[in-house]
């Protein structure tokens, strides 16, 4: 067998050459530091461990390749067969719904959205989106992984709690933070006022408010690898 750590690069060893490409560790010496992203797996760190892999990912091309290949792996196809449950139905009624569908399909761009959903789930370990109505396509919008968590589950769908903190903590601009504000579903409304009112349940007694808002399930989705959010190359 091969030790490939052993290989000469010049003077150097394979391993110590790959630690000094490029510009991680001077750029940001935590993120190039083995024993910071060991610390942070233990101690399942979820917010560092995140930076370092979306960091990894505009500045390292191998990490970069592996994760958009492995988001790109399933082709994502999908197709639709329509089943007649009352012979009595006229053929034109079935066709116009089972057309309907297919648009509804084609219009939500399926492949595309899934790829999508895959890599952020690949990069941050989740995906979390609200579902917005729209009659002719499926719209999500996501949600900052960060801010949410699923701790349940309603049947086979995680129920998604929402750090409503989020709005006060990016948008200090009361003016602006309400603009944004309206860019969400009015669910989103009703609970940054119930945070703000200091109505939501609060975590502990050292809490001085509760910042967690659920979301109605069937709204909120969430995708994610495993239970535990972690980002599954960051380690």
């Known amino acids: 067998p091969i030790d490939y750590n052993k290989i000469k690069v010049g003077t150097k060893t394979v391993n110590d050459a790959v630690l000094n490409l490029g510009a991680i560790a001077s750029a940001e010496k935590r993120y190039g530091n083995k024993q910071v992203i060991y610390k942070a797996l233990v101690e399942h760190d979820l917010p560092l461990l995140r930076e370092i892999s979306n960091y990894f990912y505009l ?49 939500s761009h399926i492949k595309k959205l899934c790829g999508d959903i895959a890599l952020e789930v690949i990069l941050n370990g989740a995906y979390y989106a609200y579902k917005v109505p729209c009659g002719d396509r499926l719209v999500l919008q996501q949600l900052p992984a960060s801010y949410c968590r699923s701790r349940f589950s309603q049947g086979d769908n995680p129920v998604v709690e929402f750090n409503m903190s989020f ?69």
């Open 59 to 107: 500045a390292n091309g191998i990490y970069t390749r592996v994760c958009d290949y492995y988001a790109d792996l399933y082709r994502y196809d999908w197709y639709c067969v329509p089943e007649v449950l009352d012979e009595s139905v006229k053929e034109e009624k079935v066709m116009k719904d089972f057309n309907n569908v297919l648009g509804y399909l084609d219009n």
């Open 167 to 235: 709005f006060d903590k990016n948008f200090k601009d009361m003016n602006y933070r309400l603009k944004i504000l309206k860019m969400f579903p009015e669910e989103f409304q009703k609970g940054y006022v119930l945070y703000k009112s200091g109505k939501l349940p609060k975590e502990s007694i050292a809490d001085r408010q509760g910042v967690w808002y659920t979301l109605e399930p069937g709204n909120a989705i969430k995708f994610s690898m495993n239970a535990l959010d972690i980002p599954i190359f960051v380690n």
